[in-house]
């Protein structure tokens, strides 16, 4: 048991460092950087937006060797700091994942349970009644094999504002009228924004769940202990809770392995409603977050760094300097002219 034990710790470890690694490596494999994204929504001379972008380079530590910004990326990793984001200077990473999160949170938790446990029920009841199986095995392997985006699409298409019916917005986590408040007004637009994603992923989730417990109780209702406890005068009922209880168990198991899976679809379908959760952050807001996530952890995290190499604040403050320094010189040279 424990050699079993280590083993299986040593993979989740080894596990753990490849997908870290991944997540450093991923960004940087995207042609640009962030500094350059940031600085093309600027109006920036050319003189200035070389200034600019040496500086935000020298800031936040792109401009270093690349295993020296990797062992930064472990050493703020262990510290459980994710620096500061570059889109959003200067607010925690943590900061704005914590923003969106709970929006995910609340797409995926009552969409993933909800599904698991209405698929399986329903999938018990068409293993045993014709009628039922007849519309479920059809609907379910429509449903499972639908796209995340389509099916998003079409909901949008049958049920939003600017398709065929006007009952619920098209996009958004709650009216950008509304502030953030605990009233009824701002709950029930929380509710409505959040219902068209919720939908997609519980209906893609219902399918697989109700097609997979249809076929296991099936199987459960052949197996030799069910002829067995008939033979023995069961009541029909008792050996179909023994069937359920045995066909529960791999669906478990397949609850965890599905979790993958469902958080790709919401990632999609966050995108497709412009629904605020982690997915739309990553999608829209940009490569900058993704970065942040992975490459902004680096110049931040540096153990204290030496007087002679500028922090991230000093630098931006140096940077705000010689902006204001060179506005004025201009505006002077303005005034001269006239």
Known sequence: MRRYLVRKLIIYILTFFVAATIDWILPRLVSGNPISILLSKMSLEPGTYNA??????????????????????????????????????PKPVTSVIADYVLFTLALLIPAILLAY???????????????????VLPVGYLLTATAYPWLALLLAFLLA??????????????????????????VWSLVTHWFLPFLTLFLVAFGGWA???????????????????????????????????????????????????VVGGAVVTEVTFAYPGLGYLVF????????????????????????????VRSSIESLQR?????LRIEDAAVHDGV
Not at 61 to 85: D, V
Not at 120 to 134: I, P, Q, S, Y
Not at 232 to 240: E, I
Request: aromatic share 14%.
């Open 161 to 186: 504002a600017g398709g065929i019916g006007h009952f619920f917005p098209i996009s958004g986590g709650f009216s950008y009228g509304l502030l953030p408040s605990w009233n009824w007004t701002f």
């Open 117 to 135: 446990f209405a698929g399986n029920r329903v999938g018990a009841m068409a293993a045993r009644r014709k009628l039922l199986d007849n519309t």
């Open 52 to 89: 600019t972008y040496k500086l935000y380079m020298n800031a936040f530590g792109f401009n270093r060797p690349w295993w020296k910004q990797y062992l930064t990326f472990w050493t703020a990793l262990f510290h459980g700091n994710l620096g500061i984001s570059i889109y959003q200077f």
């Open 211 to 261: 097609i997979g417990m249809r076929n296991l109780i099936i199987y459960e209702l052949e197996s030799d202990y069910t002829h067995y406890l008939e033979a023995l005068g069961a009541p029909t009922r008792l050996v179909r809770r023994y069937a359920y209880r045995n066909a529960v168990l791999p669906q478990l198991t397949g609850l965890a392995l599905s979790l993958g899976m």
């Open 322 to 326: 010689a902006l204001g320094s060179a």
């Open 284 to 311: 829209t807001k940009d490569d900058l977050v993704a970065v942040g996530l992975a490459g902004d952890r680096q110049r931040t995290m540096d153990h204290p760094d030496p007087p002679c190499r500028p922090t």
